[in-house]
Nanobody, 127 residues
Framework: QVQLVESGGGLVQAGGSLRLSCAAS????????MGWFRQAPGKAREFVGA????????YYTDSVKGRFTISRDNSKNTMYLQMNSLRPEDTAVYYC????????????????????WGQGTQVTVSS
């Protein structure tokens, strides 16, 4: 049974930091590119960043570049999202997602390209 379980969300003041984790099971984690998305109330789910199967390359949306860092540990079947200098506009439910690496496309940027999803974890940044 495929599972992605996010953890680490919470309430933090603006300027603070949080580290999210995404624990994977039920599939070969090291063969899947991974992504982070977020969804704020009343807004569409948006791409935050992604990481290649090996972890050697990461990609971010412009609004989080320089503040967020994605990493993965294939030996632990876990992906991470380190979030620094948090802003109130970062408030959202954060989701991790997995996409099979087909040998061509390193990562994907749209939600419908990902096959597996976690249940999400709430991040709230107070001003």
């Amino acid at each position: 049974q495929v599972q992605l379980v996010e953890s680490g969300g919470g309430l933090v003041q603006a300027g603070g930091s949080l580290r999210l984790s995404c624990a994977a099971s039920g599939f070969t984690f090291s063969r899947y590119a991974m992504g982070w998305f977020r969804q704020a109330p009343g807004k569409a789910r948006e791409f935050v960043g992604a990481i290649t199967v090996s972890g050697s390359n990461t990609y971010y949306t412009d609004s989080v570049k320089g503040r967020f860092t994605i990493s993965r540990d294939n030996s632990k079947n876990t992906m991470y999202l380190q979030m620094n200098s948090l802003r109130p506009e970062d408030t959202a439910v954060y989701y991790c997602a997995a996409r099979w690496y087909n040998g061509v496309t390193l990562v994907a940027y749209t939600a419908n390209e990902y096959e597996y999803w976690g249940q999400g974890t709430q991040v709230t940044v107070s001003s």
